[in-house]
């Protein structure tokens, strides 16, 4: 008996430690994808999709791992969320046929298996911060090309200007949050490259000529100020300090594009008030935003549909109460507008649900910040994910405001995968047993 108890409990350790070499391997999978994901995203051709694909055919792959885990219930309003969101887009797709009206819809879609996928193997933070480093190198290096090498007006990488210049700001800001939380444990060398690759994401942002994430940009400063305060008062000057110096590099370093932006908006701004001047950049989104306007009063609740919103809009029109110019647009370049006279209160009420529930799950409260206090290092992991988290919201509802940013691929893909990627790299801190020695050096077991 006793032989047989030793050869049994010998049994059980060895399948337990090859249970550790399965769950090892695969978060190493989950790591490799998030990484890929920003860093691919915008110097190589559909670069966004590389990262997404490999966390969908593994999570399809290994579906058999993670589909019996149990999901905290935030994790499955998440999920719910997307499929809404999946249902949504597939109304306002509505002029597509066949397999084609399904290209939206599939991504919030595969985004819900991802999610499930990554909660059960959560990814290491540093994955993605690597990842949003090379490829904010990769994106101004690409800008600094197309402007200055091959003598473009704009920078747009493989797609649109105005989508790719968000993104690397974007991108940009989710490392320098990072960078400013982890820089005393960073070496010299470290800091140089991090602060090159935040400038160029910057520069590449400034060379797409895109206004909008500039107002973006605004509208997260005063809240990551609001943060640096509240936890890290006594380097409060000098994050004030950086910023503005920072503004200022950039800023004289592009004067001329800057200065030419400048002028050609308030050109089109008088051209439209003053002289009904409608094909233009913004005279096309007043335009559409007049029309819009008018249509939302006759269809308040639930709208005219996709299609209906398209034919109204075609005759209306052709009556020669709108500019032509806005006949070659499906979408009106504001998200909430375009969602309002296509999809009524509701359709509008669904994204605002999604970025208003997503925001207040990262928001580093008070109390989710005091449970950490006494391990510095898991503190600030949680604290720059959590910062991610907001600003990613907070960046996506300005881009809104001057173009429907989920219409196009890169739009979707940057926000459902990396709401999936810091919300599971969450779960995986929380999952984690951290031991912090006096140099600061980690020991870390999960808890998978």
């Given at each position: 008996m006793g032989k047989s108890r030793g050869t049994g409990v010998r049994s059980?350790?060895?399948?337990?430690h090859m249970r550790k070499i399965e769950v090892h391997r695969l978060r190493?999978?989950?790591?490799?994808?998030?990484?890929?994901?920003?860093?691919?995203?915008?110097?190589?051709?559909?670069?966004?999709?590389?990262?997404?694909?490999?966390?969908?055919?593994?999570?399809?792959?290994?579906?058999?791992?993670?589909?019996?885990?149990?999901?905290?219930?935030?994790?499955?309003?998440?999920?719910?969320?997307?499929?809404?969101?999946?249902?949504?887009?597939?109304?306002?797709?509505?002029?597509?046929s066949g397999i084609r009206r399904w290209d939206r819809p599939a991504k919030y879609i595969a985004g819900m298996f991802c999610l499930m996928y990554l909660m059960a193997f959560p990814p290491k933070r540093e994955a993605f911060y690597w990842g949003l480093f090379v490829g904010c190198i990769g994106a101004g290096l690409m800008g600094i090309w197309q402007v200055y090498g091959l003598g473009r007006y704009r920078a747009e990488g493989y797609s649109n200007a105005i989508q790719w210049g968000n993104i690397a700001l974007l991108m940009a800001t989710m490392l320098a949050?990072?960078?400013?939380?982890?820089?005393?444990?960073?070496?010299?060398?470290?800091?140089?490259?991090?602060?090159v690759s935040i400038l160029l994401g910057i520069e590449a942002s400034l060379l797409s000529a895109s206004r909008g994430g500039w107002i973006a940009l605004l509208a997260v400063i005063p809240v990551l100020v609001f943060?640096?305060?509240?936890?890290?008062?006594?380097?409060?000057?000098?994050f004030c300090a950086i910023l503005i110096l920072a503004s200022l590099v950039l800023m004289i370093a592009n004067t001329n594009m800057l200065s030419d932006r400048w002028k050609l908006m308030q050109q089109?701004?008088?051209?439209?008030?003053?002289?009904?001047?409608?094909?233009?950049?913004?005279?096309?989104?007043?335009?559409?935003y007049r029309s819009a306007v008018e249509m939302i009063k006759e269809k308040p609740l639930l709208g005219w549909g996709m299609r209906g919103y398209?034919?109204?809009?075609?005759?209306?029109?052709?009556?020669?109460?709108?500019?032509?110019?806005?006949?070659?647009?499906?979408?009106?370049h504001h998200e909430f507008i375009d969602l309002w006279v296509k999809t009524?209160?509701?359709?509008?009420?669904?994204?605002?649900?999604?970025?208003?529930?997503?925001?207040?799950?990262?928001?580093?409260?008070?109390?989710?910040?005091?449970?950490?206090?006494?391990?510095?290092?898991?503190?600030?992991?949680?604290?720059?994910?959590?910062?991610?988290?907001?600003?990613?919201?907070?960046?996506?509802?300005?881009?809104?405001?001057?173009?429907?940013?989920?219409?196009?691929?890169?739009?979707?893909?940057?926000?459902?995968?990396?709401v999936i990627i810091l919300w599971s790299i969450l779960a995986g801190l929380n999952a984690q047993e951290v031991v912090v020695d006096d140099n600061s050096h980690l020991s870390t077991s999960g808890k998978m």
């Open positions: 059980e350790l060895i399948l337990n190493n999978i989950s790591s490799f994808a998030v990484f890929l994901l920003p860093a691919t995203a915008l110097w190589l051709k559909s670069g966004y999709s590389y990262g997404a694909a490999v966390l969908l055919l593994t999570s399809l792959f290994f579906l058999h791992r993670w589909w019996s885990c149990r999901q905290s219930s935030q994790t499955i309003v998440i999920a719910l969320i997307f499929l809404t969101l999946a249902i949504l887009w597939y109304e306002l797709s509505a002029f597509e949050i990072q960078v400013c939380i982890f820089w005393k444990s960073m070496s010299g060398l470290h800091r140089c490259w991090a602060i943060f640096v305060f509240r936890y890290r008062r006594p380097v409060f000057k000098k089109e701004v008088s051209g439209y008030f003053d002289a009904s001047q409608a094909n233009t950049s913004l005279g096309i989104r007043f335009e559409q398209l034919d109204e809009m075609h005759n209306r029109v052709d009556a020669g109460r709108y500019d032509p110019s806005i006949r070659e647009f499906n979408f009106i009524g209160l509701v359709g509008m009420f669904v994204q605002a649900f999604a970025y208003i529930y997503i925001f207040v799950l990262f928001w580093p409260t008070a109390r989710r910040m005091k449970a950490l206090e006494n391990n510095p290092f898991l503190w600030k992991s949680e604290f720059s994910v959590r910062l991610c988290g907001i600003t990613l919201v907070l960046m996506y509802v300005m881009f809104g405001q001057s173009v429907q940013f989920f219409v196009m691929n890169s739009g979707i893909i940057f926000f459902v995968f990396p």
